[in-house]
């Protein structure tokens, strides 16, 4: 096949093909120099499948045909608003467990200075304030908390969750709502606009190996703007292809940590949002 493939393949190329000693690894080579290749080296690999695997090029213009069940992250929500919000029996669940009320419950009392600074952020109303104000051991983590699900129907836990760690640095609190929570609902334990790029590794890798282990990585990919050409060859090559999909990805600008928050989020990913 690849002596088919003279306009894409030069003579370093096919050396670098024969050495393979299998037909598995050869065809592995091959596919990995075609996505070096440019958007038309899959249709040429098409074309001489139809010749050499015939088989194979159908499978491949099937896939094509179907393609276009993508599934996209919903543009129209405004944005930071791609997190999910806990319902009120999640919420209410929540201060039910034991568990969390003890280790709550074990945590220093939040300063004045911290006290203040999170009504402010979280924007309590006047109302608010007064009603907090009257409680006892107000500054105390678990008596807050309460009085936060209290006066939300719908707890936007992300905002309390980035107003712990950035705004008063109480990332002892936050670690404790982020082990409880449910996926989705904390937000991004990264910065919001730290780039794919400067993930640590660990955290890379154990997202694309998740990922990779079904066919979730496609939808991210789709997502992302990738092609269905990339994502095919990267399906028949079936290695950490949502690693492939983060390196192609990470050059451009939107390519966020935040960005693909929201995505596994808006498509039902949250199960892997604990890697961000």
């Known amino acids: 096949m690849v002596e088919d493939m003279h306009d894409l393949f030069d003579d370093e190329d096919y050396q ?27 249709h040429t690999f098409v074309s001489v499948c139809r010749v050499h695997c015939k088989w194979v090029a159908d499978v491949l213009l099937n896939e094509e045909e179907q393609a276009g069940k993508s599934t996209e992250v919903d543009s129209s929500l405004p944005r930071g608003m791609q997190e999910l919000s806990l319902s009120n029996k999640e919420a209410t669940d929540l201060f039910e467990e034991y568990e969390f009320i003890e280790k709550i419950e074990e945590l220093a009392d939040f300063t004045v200075a911290h006290y203040d600074r999170i009504v402010e952020k979280l924007k309590f109303t006047e109302e608010q304030k007064s009603q907090l104000a009257q409680i006892p051991d107000n500054r105390k983590v678990l008596r807050f908390l309460q009085f ?17 760690e950035k705004t008063v640095k109480r990332d002892d609190v936050s670690d404790m709502l982020r082990e409880f929570l449910p996926a989705g609902t904390a937000g991004p334990r990264l910065g919001r606009h730290m780039k794919i790029q400067d993930m640590k590794m660990c955290d890379r890798n154990g997202l694309a190996t998740a990922l990779s282990s079904g066919s979730d990585w496609k939808i991210v990919a789709e997502a992302v703007g990738i092609g269905n050409n990339l994502i095919k060859l990267w399906d028949i090559r079936r290695q950490v ?20 928050y929201e995505i596994l989020v808006a498509n039902n990913m949250a199960q892997y949002t604990h890697y961000l």
Do not use: S, Y
């Open 241 to 260: 292809p949502m690693e492939d999909v983060l390196r192609t990805w990470e050059p451009h600008t939107d390519a966020t940590i935040g960005k693909l």
């Open 148 to 164: 936060w699900r209290d006066t939300n129907p719908r707890p936007e836990a992300c905002n309390l969750v980035r107003c712990l």
């Open 16 to 42: 670098k093909v024969k050495c393979k000693t299998t037909c598995i690894d050869q065809a592995r080579e091959c596919i990995d120099i075609l996505l070096t290749k440019g958007p038309t080296a899959f």
